[in-house]
């Protein structure tokens, strides 16, 4: 007699067309947050994903916002059960530069086992995932696991209504643990379960100069160019040993400890790891530090965006009038990102010209989050990945940021356990973002066996 868990597993890979499908449908929304001409889109999205949970049993709800709409659905059977929080966002990034695409960006495409378009990976193809997984087990045999669902159309933008809503619908989001996929795996065949997440602290920097453009051979030699000013600001943001300058940047940063260095030294994250995905001569960054440490457990200054002047083609001999720079920076635990923005302001107090003026505006922030991995529900998350890789669980700190995480930390009292299955090569944010699609098709198996080992904890 074949047991419930078989009976999902192999109606999960009699379905993986279908499941495929439904992902490349969600992928031809073009659902890019922080585009207002893709308003409709944004809610094109949310409805979509109604209708898919609707099919499933579940009871939805749209959950307004002042920007982007939430999805909400629920399926409780019995509070004594385990119940499970599934997390998600349907929000993409914009898929410019188009011209680097080779298929377009919304119009998916399947070439060489990989699903190519905007989103596949980052995370409409995890959310895909996470509801195939629970189609397999409630069209076959059922679940004593309570579910929820909160989906989100803003993680890509920094997630500026989740707060509120948190806060508002605070029982209606009670869970015993939150399923986090918007993470991903080291390898192919590498299952992996972040528990770690650097925090975020975003801004845009305007330096100011001349009232209007000049003419660089009239005026070249006694106004200071605003380009070159910022540029000397942004280059003194490090020093020779790829540390931030910025004052205090360090004084919260928690060392990183002998039995963590050891972890994450036998990781695979190592220098060669990271060549071969960046394509780059050598590496680069703080030094003293292992790369696995610099991803993931020390903070980072980027330039995420420079605009000045003339940028199109041919010449035009002009002094801009002002410059701009978007800079983030990745935080680690007990940083916050108010006084990281602080810090930054000093920096500029101290170092800017009196020659030009500046502004800086914050665009996102939020803190970073450390995961306890010996939670009941990790223990399950991991023996499933297990499961269906037949490899051994590797943990990681992540470089990226997911506020989520936090706030339902502080607000909900929900704890997180983070996966996902998109690879280091996904392209994730760049032109030609792809998902490989035998990866993601464990990924679902490995759900399943998550939900059946939640089932048989106790409450």
Request: aromatic share 8%; with cysteine; glycine share 8%.
């Amino acid at each position: 007699m074949t047991s419930p868990r078989n009976a999902a597993l192999e109606y999960a890979k009699e379905n993986q067309e279908k499941f495929l499908n439904s992902l490349k449908d969600l992928v031809r929304i073009p659902s890019v947050s922080t585009a207002p001409e893709h308003k409709a889109d944004m809610l094109i999205a949310s409805h979509w994903l109604m209708e898919r949970l609707e099919s499933l049993g579940f009871d939805t709800r749209l959950i307004e916002t002042e920007g982007h709409p939430l999805v909400f659905a629920e399926r409780t059977i019995d509070p004594a059960f385990q119940t499970v929080l599934i997390y998600g966002h349907y929000d993409v990034q914009p898929a410019e530069p188009l011209d680097l695409w080779l298929s377009p960006p919304f119009d998916p495409e399947v070439r060489d086992d990989s699903l190519f378009g905007r989103g596949a990976s980052d995370m409409k193809g995890q959310v895909i995932a996470c509801m195939s997984a629970v189609e397999s087990i409630l069209k076959t045999t059922g679940l004593n696991v309570n579910l929820k669902w909160l989906i989100e159309g803003e993680e890509e933008i920094g997630s500026p209504s989740l707060t509120p809503v948190l806060e508002e619908y605070k029982e209606l989001l009670e869970s015993d643990i939150v399923l986090n996929t918007d993470s991903g795996m080291i390898a192919r065949n590498t299952p992996t379960i972040t528990y770690g997440l650097r925090g975020l602290a975003y801004f845009e920097l305007r330096v100011f100069g001349p009232q209007s453009d000049l003419h660089s051979g009239i005026f070249g030699g006694v106004v200071h160019n605003p380009a070159q000013a910022l540029c000397e600001l942004i280059a003194g943001m490090h020093d020779e040993k790829g540390r931030v300058t910025l004052p205090g940047y360090y004084d919260p940063v928690i060392p990183v400890s002998e039995k963590e260095h050891k972890q994450l030294a036998e990781s695979p994250l190592d220098e060669d790891f990271y060549l071969k995905q960046m394509g780059v001569n050598e590496l680069w960054g703080e030094e003293g530090y292992i790369p696995a440490e610099r991803i993931g457990a020390r903070p980072t200054l980027e330039i995420n965006g420079l605009y000045s002047g003339f940028t199109g083609q041919g010449s035009k001999t002009v002094i801009p009038s002002w410059a701009m720079a978007k800079i983030s920076m990745r935080l680690v635990p007990n940083q916050d990102p108010a006084e990281v923005q602080q810090q930054l302001v000093k920096y500029l107090q101290t170092h800017a010209p009196n020659t030009i003026r500046w502004e800086l505006t914050p665009m996102a922030g939020a803190p970073a989050s450390l995961l306890n991995t010996s939670l009941p529900a990790s223990e399950a998350l991991a023996d499933a990945l297990e499961k269906a890789w037949g490899k051994k669980t590797v943990y990681k700190r992540e470089g990226g940021s997911i506020p989520i995480v936090y706030h339902m930390q502080t607000i909900l009292g929900s704890d997180s356990i983070l996966s996902g299955f998109g690879l280091p090569d996904d392209s994730v944010h760049a032109p030609n973002e792809k998902l490989d699609l035998p990866t993601w098709y464990t990924g679902i198996e490995a759900l399943i066996h998550f939900l059946f080992n939640m089932q048989d904890l106790e409450k």
